[in-house]
């Protein structure tokens, strides 16, 4: 079988996701023809599970100064944010060293310098594509707190501190009465917080992307539910159609949004992009007795706590596993018991476990752009824990690249050929 499709001024996105909905509906408003194609529903996959937070103030990345001498003792740590699947370690190194060659100073802080153009404005690129009832449903701008137990902050967390001011951030230094004030449910035994009043949530990560969506196909884009399995490629290199078990489909120009398993088409096309899974994990707990007034994150645990319109939610933690291996709840139920000891007052009755793959790269810096090797090609993926703040701005860049209009921001720090 085979399905031939219009090539003229037409765009084929992989991915339905945060990241794939929203370059698909920016396209589609600057005037082209969109075909959006996922194996799943959209925003099934990671996009459905996150903390939900709209976060300005995430600029600081993964790898920073010290968390080399933190990895070896978090290995052996099964409370540890960090986990790795021993199987898959050999395939792993390569990502592993890279990160934590990123994790001194000068290369954080050029991270963050990339990242922040991408975060500031997350709220006003949020508001700009929900429609005024869908704000009100979805959208709350309340802030975000970080805790910490420590009796005073430690240098790790001065160094991510500075460089979020030193980003633009608006950040506040908060002592115990002012978290009480703020989130009186939270345990005493918080001593000191960090306070960024112009960040917000999403009440329903998955709900807000699928309205989005709904614009998308209201406004006349098209989808297909299809898992996409190759590629075609004429002489020139470009990609002339994308395949499945019995399907061709012709493309004019084609993103690659799909997460996580954006690598293997990068790897068909000939790029060389160094993403892996962080495979993520989240309780929700229904009808959990106790709310928070915003997204809400332990420090030292490396957990974000969300009230949302399905529950609370807890959310966190990173094992390097690869793709396909089945998940390991484990990795949830300890956040539950660090739910519990973050609100004493936790209900946790009913709780459902769940896991997603964070498409990352080491730098923590997204792969926005043209493919290096296929001119008709284009990435957007490897947002890691910032992809639904990131998604609206990430959309109207990558639309803004592909009908070559004005850029809002540089896109020369996002680009593929950065990795050639």
């Known amino acids: 079988m085979s399905l031939l499709i219009s090539r003229s001024r037409h765009v084929t996105v992989v991915g339905a996701g945060a990241i794939g909905v929203a370059c698909a509906l920016y396209l589609r408003r600057a005037g082209w023809n969109v075909l959006l194609l996922d194996k799943d529903a ?10 939900g937070s709209i ?6 990345p993964v790898a920073v100064p010290g968390l080399a001498l933190q990895v070896p003792g978090w290995l052996i740590d099964p409370k540890s944010p960090l986990s790795v699947r021993w199987a898959y370690l050999p395939r792993a190194v390569p990502w592993l060293l890279r990160l934590l060659l990123a994790g ?6 050029r991270s963050a310098s990339v990242i922040a153009p991408l975060t500031l404005g997350a709220l006003d690129a949020w508001s700009a594509l929900l429609s005024p009832a869908d704000q009100h449903k979805y959208l709350r701008v309340n802030g975000q707190l970080l805790v910490s137990r420590s009796v005073e902050m430690g240098k790790g967390d001065r160094f991510s501190l500075d460089l979020r001011r030193k980003n633009g951030v608006n950040v506040q230094e908060i002592g115990a009465e002012d978290i009480r004030r703020l989130e009186p449910g939270l345990s005493k035994d ?3 917080g960090l306070y960024v009043p112009d960040s917000g949530h999403l009440t329903n990560p998955k709900a807000a992307i699928e309205a989005l969506f709904n614009y998308f196909l209201a406004e006349g884009g098209e989808f297909q539910k299809i898992e996409v399995s190759g590629l075609i490629r004429d002489n020139n290199g470009s990609v002339v159609a994308i395949t499945t078990n019995d399907t061709e489909l012709e493309v004019g120009q084609v993103v690659f949004a799909a997460g996580a398993y954006s690598g293997r088409f990068a790897a068909l096309i000939g790029d060389r992009i160094p993403l892996d899974t962080e495979r993520g994990y989240n309780v929700t707990i229904p009808r ?3 709310e928070l007034n915003r997204p809400t ?7 974000f706590a969300t009230s949302m319109s399905t529950g609370l939610r807890i959310a966190g933690t990173v094992e390097i596993a690869g793709l396909n291996a089945a998940p390991r709840y484990e990795r949830a139920e300890m956040l539950l018991k660090h739910g519990c000891e973050m609100l004493p007052e936790l209900d946790t009755a009913n709780a ?4 997603g793959r964070r498409p990352s790269i080491p730098d923590s810096i997204p792969v926005i ?3 290096a090797r296929a001119e008709n090609a284009w990435y957007a993926f490897g947002h890691g824990h910032i992809g639904v703040t990131t998604a609206p701005t990430t959309g109207r860049l990558l639309s803004e690249l592909v009908s070559d209009l004005p850029r809002h921001i540089s896109p020369d720090p996002y680009t593929p050929s950065r990795f050639c």
């Open 190 to 192: 918080y001593q000191w």
């Open 55 to 60: 976060s300005t103030g995430s600029v600081v």
């Open 288 to 290: 959990p007795g106790v």
């Open 352 to 355: 459902e476990f769940w896991m």
């Open 104 to 109: 001194n100073e000068k290369a954080a802080h």
């Open 369 to 371: 752009g043209r493919s």
């Open 297 to 303: 994150s332990d420090i030292e645990r490396r957990y």
């Open 42 to 51: 959209p925003a099934s996959g990671a996009s459905s599970g996150n903390a």
